[in-house]
């Protein structure tokens, strides 16, 4: 399934390659792309200020969620992304 057409939107969220999804209502898609975003979007901050903060800007700090929702949201995302890129996430000792 895919709800952007082409998918050629930067911004664009398609979940037609993401394993295990099959079929999803609309409320459904806009809960994963939302999940996506949020992710996206606090990994994207924290990833600046960690550059900053390796460059001697100590006084940033990194992303604090606003709401449980945000946080829920994130951690979503965070496995539709693993989930996505076929990664686990889940830590295996050898």
Known sequence: MSVCGDGSS????????????????YGQYQ???????TFR????YNSNVSTLRGDGYSDVNYYQFV????????RQGGTLFFTYLNYST????N
Do not use: H, S
Not at 31 to 37: G, K, S, V
Not at 67 to 74: G, V
């Open 31 to 37: 809960d994963l792309a939302t999940a996506w975003e």
């Open 10 to 25: 930067p911004l664009c969220t398609c979940f037609n390659n993401v394993p295990g999804i099959k079929f999803m209502y």
């Open 41 to 44: 979007r606090i990994e994207l």
């Open 67 to 74: 709401t449980n929702q945000e946080q829920t949201f994130y």
């Open 90 to 93: 889940i830590v295996e000792k």
